[in-house]
């Protein structure tokens, strides 16, 4: 069964969360990163000083440009070096079973990314501070990519927070470490090749303060020129039109506008995410299908399939009790934020997170792929290699439902003996045309005499009040 970190230890997690510390999903990502701009203000002692340390690494590295004489010459070469950073393995974000390694930066992106630094400096600024905000002007420079360079950054920073963290809570999976000739006593990743890192909650973010807009609004909203030049270019609606070049040819145009942004940065007062609300749903999806798994449980007859139609049987009775618990036990009302619908993601992990449940009380086993084989396949129940279910978890306002449907109706056809694919869509909108036009292209394929995927919709709409219905 799916675990968080403090199970997988061993540990109450009472003791995770009075220290503060964030208990990820084992074997699930989560979109939030490591924040370099909360280090300002930590109050974990690990932490004290870690702020500095980034900005001594950058304004070495600036240094180093400021005595380059051209490409390629020595200090060019170590500033190139210092920009190329390895992802640190086995921190507890961006967080898989087999892998929680980040992406790290490359020789040509550590490329780009210098020679933007080398045309800052050229403009007189030697703030280090740019190298965080180097995402809202470079491609393929992420919140990803910020948070796995910070964390490589502080790295010693986040063994010693986990060897403390990991000795107070009385976890016995603790294993010698030599990371830079220093020992830490570290947890065993689940994957047995390295240690569990842990991180503080109060410096995560669903996205760093470096990428937002925040800084960009800032200048546009005081810069009467600049604004003007935009709105020229593009229109009012500069923000839902502007690409990242774009935006790199219009602040790199004058230092005042680079140093705007620098300081608009710097006095941002912006928080750690919100764990208690969790507005993106980032671990809520856990607890709910734990929750409702346990307040409307469901027995499973056929534990031990011995084809796949028994296996699809079992998925099926887990469809419906999944669409029950939408429907008629108030489950729909998590699928939003207020009045917002949550994104597609939290719905497939909602799924993933009640099926879970179902089968380790039924003793399945369930596997989660997002990216087995060639396509978008979401969830895998199997028995052995030959006989598994797909089941797509779709939102009816995914506009690539019906195209996406229509794909994967080749190869289905092949697959029907050793496997099958059910189409889950969860309707959130008024309009169901995209659900009567994929029912369409079923029956089409069906009086072909060719095999189709099985269509469930669960109705995820927010029901009015009872005072509302009067």
């Given at each position: 069964m799916t675990q968080r970190v403090s199970e997988y230890l061993g540990v109450n997690p009472a003791k995770f969360e009075k220290r503060g510390v964030f208990d990820a999903v084992i074997g699930v990502d989560t979109r939030l990163f490591l924040d370099p701009h909360l280090l300002r203000r930590t109050s974990v002692p690990e932490f004290e000083g870690s702020r500095r340390q980034i900005e001594s690494y950058f304004g070495n590295i600036m240094t180093l440009l400021r005595a380059s004489r051209e490409e390629g010459d020595r200090p060019w070469k170590e500033a190139h070096r210092r920009l190329i950073f390895r992802e640190t393995k086995g921190v507890s974000i961006g967080y898989g079973l087999h892998s929680s390694d980040g992406l790290g930066i490359g020789p040509r992106l550590a490329y780009r990314l210098l020679n933007s630094a080398q045309e800052i400096i050229s403009l007189g600024i030697n703030d280090p501070e740019i190298f965080e905000l180097l995402g809202l002007f470079e491609e393929d420079f992420g919140a990803d990519r910020l948070s796995d360079m910070t964390i490589f950054i502080i790295r010693d920073k986040i063994y010693s927070y986990t060897e403390r963290v990991a000795g107070e809570v009385g976890t016995g999976r603790l294993v010698d470490f030599e990371k830079r000739n220093v020992s830490y006593k570290l947890p065993l990743h689940p994957n047995r090749r390295g240690p569990l890192l842990?991180?503080?909650?109060?410096?995560?973010?669903?996205?760093?303060?470096?990428?937002?807009?925040?800084?960009?609004?800032?200048?546009?909203?005081?810069?009467?020129?600049?604004?003007?030049?935009?709105?020229?270019?593009?229109?009012?609606?500069?923000?839902?039109?502007?690409?990242?070049?774009?935006?790199?040819?219009?602040?790199?145009?004058?230092?005042?506008?680079?140093?705007?942004?620098?300081?608009?940065?710097?006095?941002?007062?912006?928080?750690?995410?919100?764990?208690?609300?969790d507005p993106q749903g980032e671990v809520l999806w856990y607890y709910l299908g734990q929750k409702f798994g346990a307040l409307h449980p469901l027995t499973i007859k056929e534990t031990s399939p011995s084809d796949i139609d028994e296996l699809e049987s079992i998925v099926i009775q887990i469809i419906k009790q999944f669409k029950k618990n939408i429907e008629d036990n108030g489950l729909n009302e998590h699928l939003y934020a207020g009045r917002k619908r949550r994104h597609e993601r939290f719905s497939h992990l909602l799924f993933f997170s009640t099926a879970d449940t179902y089968c380790f009380a039924n003793n399945i086993d369930i596997n989660r792929e997002p990216n087995a084989g060639s396509g978008p396949v979401d969830f895998k129940l199997s028995r052995g290699y030959r006989s598994r279910i797909?089941?797509?978890?779709?939102?009816?306002?995914?506009?690539?439902?019906?195209?996406?449907?229509?794909?994967?109706?080749p190869a289905y056809a092949k697959s029907e003996s050793t496997g099958r694919t059910i189409y889950l869509i969860i309707r959130v909108t008024d309009s169901d045309k995209q659900i009567k036009n994929i029912y369409k292209l079923q029956r089409e394929q069906r009086k072909k005499g060719k095999p189709a995927p099985a269509i469930w919709v669960v109705d995820g709409r927010l029901k009015p009040t009872a005072s509302k219905r009067k």
């Open positions: 842990l991180l503080p909650m109060e410096l995560l973010r669903d996205l760093p303060v470096a990428l937002t807009w925040e800084a960009i609004d800032h200048v546009v909203s005081t810069n009467r020129e600049l604004r003007d030049r935009i709105n020229q270019m593009i229109g009012s609606a500069w923000r839902n039109k502007i690409t990242k070049q774009q935006i790199r040819n219009l602040i790199f145009s004058s230092k005042d506008n680079i140093e705007s942004i620098i300081n608009a940065y710097k006095e941002s007062k912006a928080r750690e995410y919100d764990f208690d609300t797909l089941v797509e978890v779709k939102l009816s306002t995914n506009t690539h439902i019906t195209s996406g449907f229509e794909k994967q109706l």
